[in-house]
């Protein structure tokens, strides 16, 4: 059972920053819930865009209802000629999650919000496009193709890997899609979900909401551990390998990405999920070595310092063994967080006080101003 640490100290731990229906993480009973329920239970029995239809409108859709969903966001998946251009301007070297927020900001500026009213309206608009913002650059600048930002994959998961494929995706490919996207959804008060609430808070828009949400998740002691754990594991060639450089990299007390998590004590309920499926492609593809090299730093770290993987570590395999390139792991990460970081942006706004904490000053006490001549 994921519990939660006993709080406190620096880095706001422990403090009640706000309320929230939409998630609970680490709590008795389940690990984590999106409104009442419990995510392996969604990851095992929903689609990704029920579980967005859940967050953005407050309750799981009838069969009717998703079907006009995914009818309506096939219908927004297209790129408008303008970003297309812009996309193409970005450098090839360039970080994807710098292309996924300047694809969001730019959107800002051809598609505003223009009222609060439009909030759902612009948010499913980014839900449908953001695959074709990655995808389309991506593609550009590293194939030197114009893609066709549309198609006519029945989900969001098996658009993105068919987009970045060039060709129709396999059924267990689009399953696996299907429950990351569902993992990565919501969580509460994470860093990247705050950065959104805290600009929410001062009646800004959505997208510089999402901007800024997506300027936090970069960062790799959030989002950005699905792809440092990807170059930590393709580093090895064997599980005996992988555990002694394991050991000397804890006893240089380096961090080892995808392991620890800010709220959850003994496990992440995630983690068991995507590590079936990343252990099923694994067997799919005949794989022998980044599984058991990933199962071996794992017990490592569990033995050693009773760190146990978070929902990001098992994400780099399964993702790798799909043929998803590592620099778009934490992209991927902002397709379905965008659900979370908008539900929590109307959450905000329906009840809002600007968020503006207080700082404990630590400086020199008051002092007499020198005019420069004196100093
Ligand atoms: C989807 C997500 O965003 S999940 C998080 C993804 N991030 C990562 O995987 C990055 C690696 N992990 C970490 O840096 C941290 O565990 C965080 C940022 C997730 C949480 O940070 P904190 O809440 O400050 O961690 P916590 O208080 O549990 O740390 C306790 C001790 O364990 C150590 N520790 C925590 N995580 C790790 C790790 N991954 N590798 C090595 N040591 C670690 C800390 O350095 C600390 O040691 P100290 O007391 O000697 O300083
Ligand atoms: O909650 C956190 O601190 C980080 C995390 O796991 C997430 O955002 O999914």
């Known amino acids: 059972m994921a519990e939660a640490k006993v709080l406190s100290g620096a880095g706001l731990r422990g403090q009640v920053a706000g309320q929230t229906a939409l998630s609970t993480v680490g709590q008795a009973g389940a690990g984590l819930t999106y409104r009442g329920y419990d995510v392996r239970d969604l990851a095992a029995g929903a689609e990704f865009e029920e579980v967005a239809y859940l967050l953005l ?70 839900l449908a496009l953001f695959p074709a913002v990655m995808c389309y650059w991506y593609r550009f600048t590293h194939h030197g193709v114009r893609i066709d930002c549309t198609s006519d994959e029945d989900t969001l998961g098996g658009h993105f890997l068919h987009l970045l494929h060039g060709k129709k995706p396999s059924e267990l490919h689009v399953k696996v899609m299907n429950v990351s996207l569902i993992l990565y959804a919501e969580h509460e008060f994470n860093a990247s979900t705050f950065t959104a609430r805290v600009c929410a808070s001062t009646l800004s828009d959505l997208y510089s909401c999402v901007t800024a949400a997506i300027g936090s998740l970069r960062g790799p002691l959030h989002g950005f551990a699905n792809e440092a754990a990807m170059e930590l594991i393709e580093r090895f060639q064997s599980p005996q390998e992988a555990t002694a450089e394991l050991l000397r990299m804890l006893e240089r007390k380096d961090k080892i990405m995808g392991f620890g998590h800010a709220i959850y004590k003994e496990s992440d309920p995630r983690n068991e999920v995507i590590k079936g499926w990343s252990k099923q492609l694994a067997d799919q593809v005949g794989d022998t070595v980044l599984y058991p090299v990933s199962e071996a730093i794992d017990k490592t770290m569990w033995e050693q310092k009773r760190l146990f993987p978070n929902a990001d570590f098992y994400h780099a395999s399964a993702y790798h063994f799909m043929g998803i390139p590592t620099k778009l792991f934490t992209p991927i990460f902002v397709c379905s967080r965008l659900t979370g970081w908008a539900a929590h942006v109307f959450e905000q706004r329906a009840n809002n006080r600007i968020i503006r904490p207080s700082a404990e000053y630590v400086g020199v006490e008051q002092r007499q101003f020198v005019p420069i001549e004196q100093r």
């Open 57 to 126: 409108y407050g309750e799981l859709p009838s069969k009717a209802e998703l079907a006009d969903y995914k009818r309506k966001l096939k219908g927004l998946r297209d790129l408008p000629q303008a970003l297309k251009e812009v996309l193409e301007r970005i450098p090839r070297d360039a970080h994807p999650m710098d292309v996924m927020r300047t694809g969001c900001s730019v959107l800002g500026t051809l598609e505003p919000e223009l009222t609060f009213d439009a909030q759902r309206e612009k948010t499913d608009r980014l």
